[in-house]
């Protein structure tokens, strides 16, 4: 318990740092290698806002392989740590799962967003 606890905190602290700022591209890159470091380093998982902020930036920018890279690049780390902290309780096995399910779904939007330009050209 004590564990997930510390999930906890680090993702609101992760969160904490988010709101009520808007960072550019560089900057949530930025935040996103140092969410990677934190998994590396104390073991914890990373938090979803910087992974999101950036597929979101590039979205806008009609960047879809990039999109693509952030989102495959969080699926792999959620895999990574399910993996390596078995048996999670339901809850905690539960929450990765809807985590992984949402960047899934954009990775169909996006194939779908090239199969759709590619049949148009």
């Known amino acids: 318990m004590i564990r997930y606890s510390f999930y906890l905190v680090h993702w609101l602290k992760s969160a904490s740092r988010l709101i009520g700022k ?3 591209i560089e900057e949530t890159i930025r935040q996103c290698r140092l969410e990677i ?4 380093d104390l ?3 990373p938090s979803t806002d910087y992974f999101l902020q950036a597929a979101n ?14 989102c495959e690049l969080y699926i792999e780390l959620i895999n990574e740590f399910s993996e390596h902290h078995k048996p999670l309780d339901e809850k905690c096995s ?3 799962q809807l985590i992984s399910n949402q960047f899934n779904a954009r ?6 967003k090239q199969l759709k330009y590619c049949r148009l050209n």
């Open 22 to 24: 808007s960072y550019g």
């Open 37 to 40: 470091q934190d998994y590396v």
């Open 43 to 45: 073991d914890v998982m």
């Open 57 to 70: 930036y590039y979205r806008k920018k009609r960047n879809y392989e990039n999109e693509t890279s952030i």
């Open 94 to 96: 539960a929450k990765l």
């Open 107 to 112: 990775l169909y939007k996006i194939m779908y």
